[in-house]
């Protein structure tokens, strides 16, 4: 399967906004878009840039959604399909279903630094989903499903050290329950559109879909 292999401080400085692609070294100062706020490219701060067209503005949000979630193009079609499906308003569906993907709940949770080392940690079988090994990433979690870490795999450093932040942090958002000791979670709630703290206007996304 396709996957993105460059450096993604660039899709960062492209999107103007920190992604937080590289987990705990995203809050360093040493991050790539405090020390180059523009977009990437050979001509730098000094390349001309046009004033962005009103399609130009919905597409631009369009792949920062899709990248600060890791997915590619035909995945996100696909979830905005499911999201069109669903009762409610279109945008807000969409935000959703990504926030309940298998990979990004074990991301919320703090047993992985990233988006990306979650997906490897789901893909690497790692994780169990109500007792049983899963190993696809894009499993959406339902009300009441528990998350674990497999015993084996509980001694692992990087979920330790991922957990341990995520404690000292306290960014564990209100409709996931995690107990640090026993390694596991539950999603208590959905979650709603005023628990998702990403700065994303949604409605532009519905609006090129619409075109």
């Given at each position: 399967?396709?996957?993105?292999?460059?450096?993604?401080?660039?899709?960062?400085?492209?999107?103007?906004?920190?992604?937080?692609?590289?987990?705990?070294?995203?809050?360093?100062?040493?991050?790539?878009?405090?020390?180059?706020?523009?977009?990437?490219?050979?001509?730098?701060?000094?390349?001309?840039?046009?004033?962005?067209?009103?399609?130009?503005?919905?597409?631009?949000?369009?792949?920062?959604?899709?990248?600060?979630?890791?997915?590619?193009?035909?995945?996100?079609?696909?979830?905005?399909?499911?999201?069109?499906?669903?009762?409610?308003?279109?945008?807000?569906?969409?935000?959703?279903?990504?926030?309940?993907?298998?990979?990004?709940?074990?991301?919320?949770?703090?047993?992985?630094?990233?988006?990306?080392?979650?997906?490897?940690?789901?893909?690497?079988?790692?994780?169990?989903?109500?007792?049983?090994?899963?190993?696809?990433?894009?499993?959406?979690?339902?009300?009441?499903?528990?998350?674990?870490?497999?015993?084996?795999?509980?001694?692992?450093?990087?979920?330790?050290?991922?957990?341990?932040?995520?404690?000292?942090?306290?960014?564990?958002?209100g409709w996931l329950n995690v107990d640090r000791?026993?390694?596991?979670?539950?999603?208590?709630?959905?979650?709603?559109?005023?628990?998702?703290?990403?700065?994303?206007?949604?409605?532009?996304?519905?609006?090129?879909?619409?075109?």
């Amino acid at each position: 399967m396709a996957r993105y292999t460059d450096p993604v401080c660039r899709l960062c400085r492209r999107e103007k906004i920190k992604l937080f692609l590289k987990g705990d070294r995203c809050y360093s100062d040493k991050c790539a878009i405090e020390k180059r706020p523009f977009a990437p490219g050979q001509h730098g701060p000094n390349a001309r840039r046009n004033k962005m067209s009103e399609y130009g503005i919905q597409l631009r949000e369009k792949q920062k959604v899709k990248r600060m979630y890791g997915l590619l193009e035909k995945q996100f079609r696909l979830v905005y399909a499911t999201a069109t499906r669903t009762k409610g308003k279109t945008g807000e569906n969409l935000l959703i279903l990504l926030e309940r993907r298998l990979d990004n709940v074990v991301f919320r949770m703090g047993f992985a630094r990233s988006l990306a080392e979650s997906r490897q940690l789901v893909k690497h079988s790692h994780i169990l989903l109500n007792g049983k090994k899963c190993n696809i990433p894009s499993v959406l979690v339902r009300r009441e499903d528990v998350i674990a870490i497999r015993d084996k795999s509980k001694e692992v450093s990087s979920i330790k050290e991922a957990s341990e932040s995520s404690e000292r942090k306290g960014l564990t958002p209100g409709w996931l329950n995690v107990d640090r000791n026993k390694m596991n979670g539950r999603m208590v709630d959905l979650p709603t559109r005023d628990q998702i703290m990403i700065p994303i206007q949604e409605q532009l996304i519905v609006e090129l879909y619409s075109r």
